[in-house]
């Protein structure tokens, strides 16, 4: 599924296309405060979304290495890999979990 | 980033839509048109304000939620094409501008584009002027977000030298502070780079006295 989604995902034109993201906000200074959300579903539902590509993109990763390599010890997600997990819930669901559309 | 932040901010509700965009040549208005409109059905506009007053209260103050619109590189085609588009929708728009790029004479604008990993859209412009020029960013700097995306379009790294940081960081902000007459409020690098990635970042955007890191899986507030 993952591999679907990334194959569909790389045939955009970053260029010149608008690319739905979801940026997490984090505060640097010393006070920071604690965000209240304006929707708690809508978090949680992308979160569970977030857990779930995480997993299936995991487990793809680990089979192509595996494949590859029989020996081969499975990586910890990089940034890249969240990114790309990032990236794919967002072009799914960008407006979907503030809709209930 | 690592997933469990991410995990702990979307349940916290510390996060916050975007769309980013690069060039917005002419010949996809029709797509940009749909977009926006279905975006102003969706969310809110934000403007600095509104991303500062979310930080300091935790609350988001609109009825919808926020969708940040930004375009990245400082192209024209962002102030023929996607300006217009903006203001239609009540959209504000966040343009991070390569002060490099925008600082060019049109006949060398092609090759650096080409040096400085910025793409250009084939044959759009005769006169060979491709960035914005520094009356058209005063002109969006009244209604919109004008931000930072270093001054020749460069990439951070662990290695990069501490005297191209400066130059990145800092000397953009100049270039702003000269054309502008005001500094401005939020820095990018490309592929959205954070603070953790170079250990001088922190320093030289404190120098530069810019507010926010902005990357592309989050915004990190400096001040």
Known sequence: MMKRIQDRLKKREYAEQGIPVLLMLEDLTENPADFSPQDPFEGEVLSNLIEEFAALYEAEKSQAEKGQDEK???????????????????????????TGV | MHIQEIHRSLRSGGFIRAAHYHNTPEKRLPEY????????????????????????????HKEKPGLIISLFN?????????????????????????????????????????????SLVEHEYADGRYALNWS??????????????????????PSTPNNVLHQE???????????????????????GATNADNPMVHEYVTEANYRFLYGNCGIQKMR
């Not at chain 2, 962002?78 to 203001?87: F, H, I, T």
């Not at chain 2, 002060?99 to 990993?117: C, W």
């Not at chain 2, 930072?148 to 460069?154: A, E, V, Y």
């Open chain 2, 33 to 60: 048109e749909k977009e926006l409109a279905l975006y102003a059905n969706h969310f809110s506009s934000v403007t600095l304000e509104d991303l500062v007053r979310y930080y300091d209260t935790g609350v988001w």
């Open chain 2, 169 to 191: 960081i800092v000397g953009s902000q100049q270039d702003f502070i000269e054309h502008l007459g005001h500094a401005v409020e939020v820095f990018t690098w490309l592929y």
């Open chain 2, 74 to 118: 400082g192209y024209r085609n962002n102030y023929d094409v996607m300006l217009p588009l903006l203001e239609k929708y009540g959209f504000v728009g966040w343009f991070f501008c390569a002060t490099e790029f925008v600082d060019l004479s049109p006949e060398v604008q092609k090759a650096y584009a080409a040096e400085h990993t910025l």
């Open chain 1, 72 to 98: 081969a010890e499975v990586r910890e997600l990089t940034e890249d890999d969240i990114g790309k997990i990032i990236e794919a819930v967002t072009a799914k669901y960008f407006i979907f979990a503030s």
């Open chain 2, 136 to 157: 058209e960013i005063e002109e969006i700097d009244a209604q919109h977000v004008i931000a930072s995306h270093t001054r020749s379009h460069k990439q951070v790294s």
